[in-house]
């Protein structure tokens, strides 16, 4: 579908996820995807899903349906809903809370100690490794290596970010990487 088409789509689906469900545009905007169309003729539904956690809203003309899903990994849970009716004071104050959290992960010496070697783990980087672990698996070896020499640089990072979860923090500090390999590409 072209991507006039699309943002008619999602135009429709602001209007309508604010009056139906009382959810921020700007979340909208932010959030979802466009999958693509379900059904024919009258059931022509199109889809989007949320890109964190993959919960589903249908749009049948100016109607959208949220996709309840149930069970080991529930979506449109109520906090998923408070999530997107969020204030767009809200909304700010998350941007800058992730930004801070970014500048200070540039910034901190456990990033720029194990920079290279994260950053090796990027396939068309100058000092690709090839046949590595991935980025996500590398960066989780390196946080448990990290723990279990007990590391003060991953000991002042986890108190800074406010968790001890390795996963958590291996993303943290895979998203300086993330923009580098990016604009190093574009």
Known sequence: MNPAKINELFDILKAACARQFVFNPRRITAGMRYVGKE??????VHIFRDAGTHS?????????TLREKHGDKPHWTEAE???YRNTDAEIDAEIEAKQAELDFTRNCTLYLDHR?????HYKDWPGYQAGGATPR???RALLGALFDAQDPRLAAFAEHMRSND???LAHLLLAPCHLEFEERTA
Do not use: M, P, R, V
């Open 116 to 120: 290279e070697q994260l950053l090796s």
């Open 166 to 168: 390795l996963e958590y």
């Open 56 to 64: 589903q809203i249908a749009l049948k003309l100016n109607f959208a």
């Open 81 to 83: 809903k408070a999530h």
């Open 137 to 139: 698996e590398a960066a």
């Open 39 to 44: 059904g024919h003729g009258n059931d022509l």
